[in-house]
């Protein structure tokens, strides 16, 4: 019997999730997306996974979709936000945050896939690619939009309009990925996150993830207002008793981070 081509492990609140098709560099199949789709639609069911780390397994993180199925009409171009094409789309339904572990090359769909990760962490190995010029399919998961507002239009331009290739310490630089970390650290480190962010309150974790998504999509001072609503709603339910406690703790924290 040949092995899943999704991994999914699944400890202490985290859910470790992993690309396994390291013969075609994680290449997306219907199959896979499929399955991506399906694993963060149960995790978001099920609920006992809080934060997601996404990974690919060998030399890269994931080479886009799988361009043999899309020659010989085995798959479909179009239907974004269908999760039978759209993987991207059950990963922005799942309630809690979504690490990418950028272990390899991610091009075309396979940078859509990382873009729809709320934060990045890469190997020096990392590489990122906008092949859909080339390939001539334009992007339907999100790519020509959210790039742009993470590194800077010209730069999103200067990306997509060659297809070249970005390292990543120039992604680092651009803001793109959050930090680079030797390779045989990265799923570490992405742990280490997770489990900081689980340190939060339960509640907090979601409804603060969910305020700041729904922020970035309004104007500034549409935002603005928003946050306030959510605060006044959010904060008149929050006791003396808690706050202090919650306090308390936050200090403690700050002091043993801080060595004190």
């Given at each position: 019997?040949?092995?899943?081509?999704?991994?999914?492990?699944?400890?202490?609140?985290?859910?470790?999730?992993?690309?396994?098709?390291?013969?075609?560099?994680?290449?997306?199949?219907?199959?896979?997306?499929?399955?991506?789709?399906?694993?963060?639609?149960?995790?978001?069911?099920?609920?006992?996974?809080?934060?997601?780390?996404?990974?690919?397994?060998?030399?890269?993180?994931?080479?886009?979709?799988?361009?043999?199925?899309?020659?010989?009409?085995?798959?479909?171009?179009?239907?974004?936000?269908?999760?039978?094409?759209?993987?991207?789309?059950?990963?922005?339904?799942?309630?809690?945050?979504?690490?990418?572990?950028?272990?390899?090359?991610?091009?075309?769909?396979?940078?859509?896939?990382?873009?729809?990760?709320?934060?990045?962490?890469?190997?020096?190995?990392?590489r990122?690619?906008?092949?859909?010029?080339?390939?001539?399919?334009?992007p339907?998961?999100?790519?020509?939009?959210?790039?742009s507002?993470?590194?800077?239009?010209?730069?999103?331009?200067?990306?997509?309009?060659?297809?070249?290739?970005?390292?990543?310490?120039?992604?680092?630089?651009?803001?793109?990925?959050?930090?680079?970390?030797?390779?045989?650290?990265?799923?570490?480190?992405?742990?280490?996150?997770?489990?900081?962010?689980?340190?939060?309150d339960?509640?907090?974790?979601?409804?603060?993830?969910?305020?700041?998504?729904?922020?970035?999509?309004?104007?500034?001072?549409?935002?603005?207002?928003?946050?306030?609503?959510?605060?006044?709603?959010?904060?008149?339910?929050?006791?003396?008793?808690?706050?202090?406690?919650?306090?308390?703790?936050?200090?403690?924290?700050?002091?043993?981070q801080?060595?004190?």
């Amino acid at each position: 019997m040949s092995e899943d081509i999704l991994l999914v492990e699944e400890r202490g609140g985290i859910a470790t999730v992993t690309l396994n098709r390291p013969e075609s560099m994680n290449a997306l199949s219907q199959a896979l997306r499929h399955r991506i789709a399906e694993t963060f639609a149960r995790l978001g069911r099920e609920g006992s996974a809080k934060v997601v780390i996404l990974t690919g397994k060998g030399r890269a993180f994931c080479a886009g979709i799988d361009l043999r199925e899309l020659g010989n009409g085995a798959t479909r171009v179009g239907a974004p936000r269908d999760p039978a094409y759209d993987p991207t789309s059950a990963m922005a339904a799942f309630p809690g945050p979504v690490i990418g572990a950028i272990n390899g090359a991610a091009i075309t769909g396979g940078f859509e896939l990382a873009l729809a990760c709320d934060l990045l962490v890469a190997s020096p190995e990392a590489r990122f690619a906008d092949t859909h010029g080339r390939v001539g399919v334009h992007p339907a998961w999100g790519l020509s939009q959210k790039l742009s507002r993470l590194i800077g239009l010209n730069r999103a331009k200067e990306l997509s309009l060659t297809g070249n290739f970005l390292d990543a310490a120039t992604a680092e630089r651009w803001g793109l990925v959050n930090r680079v970390v030797p390779g045989d650290a990265l799923l570490a480190t992405c742990q280490k996150l997770a489990e900081d962010m689980l340190s939060l309150d339960p509640a907090m974790l979601i409804s603060y993830k969910q305020l700041i998504d729904e922020g970035f999509g309004m104007p500034f001072a549409e935002a603005m207002r928003h946050e306030a609503q959510v605060a006044q709603a959010r904060n008149s339910a929050l006791t003396p008793e808690a706050l202090e406690a919650r306090r308390a703790a936050v200090i403690a924290r700050g002091r043993s981070q801080s060595g004190a």
